[in-house]
């Protein structure tokens, strides 16, 4: 038999009598012994699995942390950008508001240096960003422009648009009652499907719903401008409606008829007069009453 073999023999323990003579008749025998003695006493270190799994995991989990950690800051520096430059873009693109209250009034300026005379409870809005290339003002009520020489913008109520070039002129929008009146220079009304231009001194009246064309002014400014409001051929009820807001009070006028028309002006400084000069002309008593003022048949 090989050596080879011998010792493949041996090292499995499978050498029969025979076979363990001619292998300890090898001339490397005792060197062949030593070897499998130190073998035997050497011992591998054990090796738990699941422990140095569990090791492994955690470095690397510790090493993604390490990478969060530091792209925390990262993330929030940009999530702190993103809501600034998201909140710049929201309030530069918000529309421009003013508003007046009951019995208020207020003075705006326009991005073009245009000014804008603001009567009671009334509202207006513009764009200041887009301005040059949006120029238009939203009204609510009743104002008077005094256009800068040279600009240009519309004028957009629901009832009607009016286009301006360096004039001065009033524009009133209430319920059912859209009236534009030119002080100097020129503009353009925009009603329905007509579109009607007006010159200095001329009016246009659209009363529900119906246009008034008896409508020439010879003053260079409205009266609201002073403290008053005055009236030609108009139904009571915007009369009334118009003290309201000057006065912010209640007019109860449930035992009248106000559709019956009145010319005619009161004054916005004192609430005596004011009323007086509206009843007396069309044969009416008052009583006023906390903030409300009562009418009734003379």
Same mark, same amino acid.
């Given at each position: 038999m090989e050596k080879e073999e011998l010792i493949k023999k041996w090292l499995d323990k499978d050498l029969n009598p025979q076979e363990l003579k001619a292998f300890e008749a090898l001339e490397d025998y005792q060197s062949l012994i030593k070897l499998s003695t130190y073998t035997e006493e050497y011992k591998a270190p054990s090796f738990n699995t699941d422990k140095s799994f569990d090791i492994?995991?955690?470095?690397?989990?510790?090493?993604?942390?390490?990478?969060?950690?530091?792209?925390?800051?990262?993330?929030? @520096?940009?999530?702190?950008?993103?809501?600034?430059?998201?909140?710049?873009?929201?309030?530069?693109?918000?529309?421009?508001? #003013?508003?007046?209250?009951?019995?208020?009034?207020?003075?705006?300026?326009?991005?073009?240096?245009?000014?804008?005379?603001?009567?009671?409870?009334?509202?207006?809005? #513009?764009?200041?960003?887009?301005?040059?290339?949006?120029?238009?003002?939203?009204?609510?009520?009743?104002?008077? #422009?005094?256009?800068?020489?040279?600009?240009? #913008?519309?004028?957009?109520?629901?009832?009607?648009?009016?286009? @301006?070039?360096?004039?001065?002129?009033? @524009?009133?929008?209430?319920?059912?009652?859209?009236?534009?009146?030119?002080?100097?220079?020129?503009?353009? @009304?925009?009603?329905?499907?007509?579109?009607?231009?007006?010159?200095?001194?001329?009016?246009?009246?659209?009363?529900n719903g119906k246009i008034k064309n008896d409508n020439t002014i010879s003053n260079v400014k409205p009266d609201w401008l002073n403290s008053m409001s005055t009236f030609k051929s108009i139904p009571l009820s915007n009369v009334l409606n118009e003290f309201e807001r000057q006065y912010d009070i209640t007019i109860d006028a449930s035992q009248i008829d106000t559709s019956q028309i009145y010319t005619g002006k009161f004054t916005h400084t004192d609430i005596e007069i004011a009323i007086k000069s509206i009843t007396e002309p069309v044969h009416l008593n008052y009583i006023i009453k906390n903030k409300t003022i009562i009418l009734t048949l003379e």
């Open positions: 492994l995991s955690e470095k690397i989990e510790n090493k993604k942390q390490a990478n969060k950690n530091w792209f925390k800051p990262v993330l929030k @520096v940009a999530a702190v950008l993103a809501i600034c430059l998201g909140s710049y873009y929201y309030t530069t693109t918000l529309d421009t508001k #003013f508003s007046s209250d009951f019995a208020q009034k207020a003075n705006i300026e326009l991005p073009d240096l245009s000014l804008v005379n603001l009567n009671a409870s009334s509202k207006i809005s #513009f764009n200041k960003k887009d301005w040059d290339k949006k120029r238009e003002v939203t009204l609510d009520g009743e104002a008077f #422009f005094k256009v800068k020489k040279g600009s240009t #913008f519309n004028v957009i109520t629901n009832t009607g648009k009016v286009t @301006v070039l360096g004039t001065q002129f009033n @524009v009133k929008q209430r319920s059912n009652y859209f009236e534009v009146t030119c002080y100097e220079g020129l503009v353009e @009304v925009t009603y329905k499907a007509t579109k009607i231009k007006l010159n200095r001194g001329e009016s246009f009246l659209s009363l």
